[in-house]
């Protein structure tokens, strides 16, 4: 789940794979169309796959399934297309429906870049000589502004340390040595589409997905860094993502508890944090790993149930703890 709503941050528009072969809707596809309307993800497009599998009166009722599932929803009025992913089938129809039917959207070219990361690594191989190292890539996409060539960067939180029980976040600061996507070089980069930032910074910091949850952008100009949250949240009414028995109700979700833990996810962030305070629907979350983000911010909750992590409500950032 943490994994779906690191990917939907930074998303213009989702795909929602449905199997053809099975009852609709699963507990993860609710569970996944929940997250979707919660991202405010106005753009969606229905993939019915494994039509091969099959036959015509199956794929009739799995289609009308479909329609009773998203019947309300965010999805409501979006085209569902039927594939075959193995064989190949409708593959065309569907990349057409992607270009024709997803808007491009406004993108912001004039404020300060902000870039998210959701990836980032070290790219030398082992044994590399030291005259021939390069530094750490950072992957993910620009949220707004421009990034260039050259150009002196900021990572916030950074390096994380804790001595004493007191938390200290350092910034890293870097320069843009490259910048890439797919197989293009770029002189500079805007929002749109996943990038790839290559930077002087020591490789190290790269490796092995370590600066996922960090936001990059031009020195000074980057959100605070908060240790604690002050958010304002709305619970789903029922559990998603679990089985019940047919005639089993659906779990309700239950309310926040003063010293439960939650995973938080914010942007690209998941971390958990610990409930301080709770009254209606306001609550104080201390956080475990602090978060560079800004008032306003969204953020999703998610509960430990039965081993795993399910999405039970979302919020926005109303005030927050700045890390001294």
């Known amino acids: 789940m943490a994994t779906m709503l690191n990917g939907a941050a930074i998303m213009d528009a989702a795909l929602l794979l449905i199997s053809g072969n099975e009852t609709c809707p699963q507990a993860q596809t609710s569970e996944h169309l929940a997250a979707v309307e919660i991202m405010k993800l106005q753009n969606i497009i229905i993939v019915q796959n494994k039509m091969d599998l099959i036959k015509q009166s199956a794929a009739v009722q799995n289609h009308q399934q479909i329609l009773n599932f998203i019947e309300g929803t965010i999805a409501q009025n979006s085209p569902i297309v039927p594939i075959s992913a193995q064989m190949k089938y409708n593959i065309d129809v569907l990349c057409e429906y992607i270009c024709t039917s997803i808007p491009i959207p406004i993108r912001d070219f004039t404020s300060p870049p902000r870039f998210i990361v959701v990836r980032s690594f070290d790219v030398n191989k082992?044994?590399?000589?030291?005259?021939?190292?390069?530094?750490?890539?950072?992957?993910?996409?620009?949220?707004r502004g421009v990034l260039k060539l050259g150009q002196e960067i900021e990572v916030k939180p950074g390096l994380i340390s804790r001595?004493?029980?007191?938390?200290?976040?350092?910034?890293?600061?870097?320069?843009?040595?490259?910048?890439?996507?797919?197989?293009?070089?770029?002189?500079?980069a805007v929002p749109g589409?996943?990038?790839?930032?290559?930077?002087?910074?020591?490789?190290?910091?790269?490796?092995?997905?370590?600066?996922?949850?960090?936001?990059?952008?031009?020195?000074?100009?980057?959100?605070?860094?908060?240790?604690?949250?002050?958010?304002?949240?709305?619970?789903?009414?029922?559990?998603?993502?679990?089985?019940?028995?047919?005639?089993?109700?659906?779990?309700?979700?239950?309310?926040l508890q003063?010293?439960?833990?939650?995973?938080?996810?914010?942007?690209?962030?998941?971390?958990?944090?610990r409930i301080s305070a709770v009254k209606s629907d306001l609550a104080k979350v201390l956080l475990q790993d602090p978060v560079c983000a800004s008032e306003g911010d969204k953020i999703t909750l998610s509960r430990r149930i039965d081993a795993r992590w399910r999405l039970i409500g979302w919020g926005r950032i109303t005030r927050g703890t700045i890390l001294a």
Do not use: W
């Open 163 to 188: 001595s004493n029980g007191r938390i200290r976040c350092t910034s890293i600061r870097s320069n843009i040595v490259s910048l890439f996507t797919e197989d293009n070089d770029l002189q500079y």
């Open 193 to 255: 589409g996943l990038i790839g930032v290559g930077t002087s910074m020591d490789p190290t910091l790269c490796r092995a997905d370590k600066l996922v949850g960090q936001v990059l952008g031009e020195v000074g100009k980057l959100p605070e860094i908060f240790s604690e949250l002050e958010i304002n949240f709305f619970l789903l009414r029922r559990l998603l993502g679990v089985k019940t028995e047919a005639n089993e109700k659906p779990c309700r979700v239950e309310k």
């Open 126 to 143: 082992p044994g590399t000589d030291l005259d021939h190292l390069t530094g750490g890539v950072a992957g993910g996409s620009i949220m």
């Open 258 to 273: 003063k010293g439960e833990v939650l995973m938080v996810t914010i942007g690209s962030t998941s971390t958990s944090g």
